[in-house]
């Protein structure tokens, strides 16, 4: 898959995506990639690659020692939509693809997200710290790239789920590997095979989260949250996802070998795995047809 070039280091923090939304926290010297209340509800094709357009102009911003300019010591993953942090895959192109039994389509797009899952596992490779922070609707490969960064915060009321097991597929983008990591993987498993849907304090229950907001307040909720006993704090949260890595260390092989076993496993769903499916996709269509002019745990006052 061709890749965009990075975004140019002197521009920052002025760059332009058609669904992303970038902004610079000086008080919490963090970077915050928004999904744009106008783009899609799911990964498209071309989110993905802005994502990793941005991963890739983000470690430019580094090497070009901007962050002596824009101190940068946590990046966050958020979202400004309507009650929805991101419905995961995009469906509509899985179904067209499955049709036609198109594995090399399915496989351009898996490897491309397990590309972006490696990366924020590693939190892009740069001395950060990566935090998710969560609000609404958070389903399939939402789900699996928040549990890749290094802290998750959420809305009690947030909705967590991997709903593949509906259409007899499994969560093929980073699921197993982060669950099995986070729960054991006997809870991952059964997590997987339930399908069901987890609320935010669920999830925390869970410990597969780290930190809860009220409804309504995901940003605000981020922002104390960095700002918790200030440098300690950060060099304390980066030493223990280092100490995560190296105790229970991601490969980018072993995410490969698993989203090809999802692309090949998806090509052989039958017809009323489809009907399933097509439930789903329309409720993606559904939520992009939403007006997005008060997104639920955004304000730009915070």
């Known amino acids: 898959m061709k890749t965009l070039p990075p975004k140019d280091p002197v521009e920052f923090p002025n760059w332009q995506f058609n669904t992303l939304d970038i902004e610079y926290q000086a008080e919490t010297q963090s970077i915050w990639m928004n999904y744009r ?49 991101s419905l995961g895959g995009d469906l509509e192109s899985f179904a067209t693809a499955i049709r036609n039994n198109d594995l090399a389509t399915l496989r351009s797009y898996a490897h491309a997200c397990v590309d972006l899952v490696y990366s924020y596992s590693r939190s892009l490779d740069l ?29 009690e009321n947030a909705i967590f789920g991997l709903p593949e097991v509906m259409f007899n597929t499994f969560p093929g983008m980073g699921a197993v590997t982060m ?4 729960v054991g993987p006997a809870l991952a498993q059964r997590i997987i095979l ?28 981020a922002r104390s949250w960095m700002i918790a006993s200030g440098e300690s704090s950060w060099r304390r949260r980066r030493v ?60 730009d006052k915070d």
């Not at 930190?211 to 309504?216: C, K, Q, S, V």
């Open 37 to 85: 209340a106008d783009a899609p509800q799911c990964y498209t094709l071309l989110m993905l690659l802005e994502l990793l357009q941005l991963r890739d102009s983000l470690r430019a911003f580094y090497e070009a020692k901007m962050s002596t300019i824009w101190p940068f010591q946590y990046l966050v993953m958020a979202s400004k939509k309507v009650d929805i942090f």
């Open 127 to 155: 001395p950060i710290v990566t935090l998710a922070a969560v609000h609404g609707q958070c389903l399939g490969g939402a789900m699996e790239a928040a549990m890749a960064f290094d802290f998750i915060i959420a809305e």
């Open 179 to 182: 669950l099995s990591r986070k």
């Open 194 to 221: 339930e399908g069901r849907s987890y609320s935010g304090r669920q999830m925390y229950d869970l410990e597969i989260i780290d930190a809860l907001a009220a409804p309504g307040n995901i940003r605000s909720a």
């Open 240 to 299: 223990i996802a280092e100490a995560r890595r190296r105790a229970h260390p991601i490969t980018y092989d072993e995410l490969v070998r698993i989203t090809d076993l999802w692309a090949e496993t998806s090509c052989r769903i039958g017809p009323r795995d489809l009907r399933h499916m097509e439930r789903l996709i329309r409720a993606q269509r559904r939520f992009s047809d939403l007006s997005p002019d008060a997104p639920s745990g955004y304000s």
